[in-house]
T-cell receptor, first 111, second 114 residues
């Protein structure tokens, strides 16, 4: 079945550092790929998405590119802030299928 | 906009008790689902529904029942609570169960079974 693998962390960075959270997937067909973010005590919120190969999703300074050749969708941000501290989930969905989530990566940004 | 609303937010149950987690969405979404979130395991799908009157099992359905009598509501029932069901539960919905559609989450229900 479909699956998502991501680095589990925790990832600890200083403010203004560069962030990369790796995500790779296994899926049949051509899934859509997502990054969701979960702040403490809250539900998951959509951060960005890409629906076809080579698409780049971007939002709030975060970006990720759908790489079909490497089955990857790595999340990046050039300069993190303390307010970016959260858990980040990579996910995929194919037609007629349910969402499949990775285990989540906890990010802590120190001032 | 209310979006996806879950109640209660916190609940403590004794082993063997039953309860229902409520979920309602006001976006006229066809697809609704329930997940549980456990440390290191991400979100696991319990049950889902692609429309009123239609439900199906997800990855971890045992011990849970669902029904979908209306488009708006998708309650999750714990029949006889067990400590293994201590978890955070999320209800989610999307327009349709098709690739590319964003899924929207409720704020979660923290359940402890003692």
């Amino acid at each position: 079945g479909d699956s998502v693998t991501q680095m589990e962390g925790p990832v600890t960075l200083s403010e203004e550092a560069f962030l990369t959270i790796n995500c790779t997937y296994t899926a049949t067909g051509y899934p859509s790929l997502f990054w969701y973010v979960q702040y403490p005590g809250e539900g998951l919120q959509l951060l960005l998405k890409a629906t076809k190969a080579d698409d780049k999703g971007s939002n709030k300074g975060f970006e990720a590119t759908y790489r079909k050749e490497t089955t990857s969708f790595h999340l990046e941000k050039g300069s993190v802030q303390v307010s970016d501290s959260a858990v980040y989930f990579c996910a995929l969905v194919g037609d007629g299928q349910n969402f499949v989530f990775g285990p989540g990566t906890r990010l802590s940004v120190l001032p | 906009n209310a979006g996806v609303t879950q109640t209660p937010k916190f609940q403590v149950l004794k082993t063997g008790q039953s309860m229902t987690l409520q979920c309602a969405q006001d976006m006229n979404h066809e697809y609704m689902s329930w997940y549980r979130q456990d440390p290191g395991m991400g979100l696991r799908l319990i049950h889902y529904s692609v429309g009123a009157g239609i439900t199906d099992q997800g990855e971890v359905p045992n011990g849970y029942n669902v029904s979908r009598s209306t488009t708006e509501d998708f309650p999750l029932r714990l029949l006889s609570a067990a400590p293994s069901q201590t978890s955070v539960y999320f209800c989610a919905s999307s327009y349709q169960q098709t690739s590319g559609n964003t899924i929207y989450f409720g704020e979660g229900s923290w359940l402890t079974v003692v």
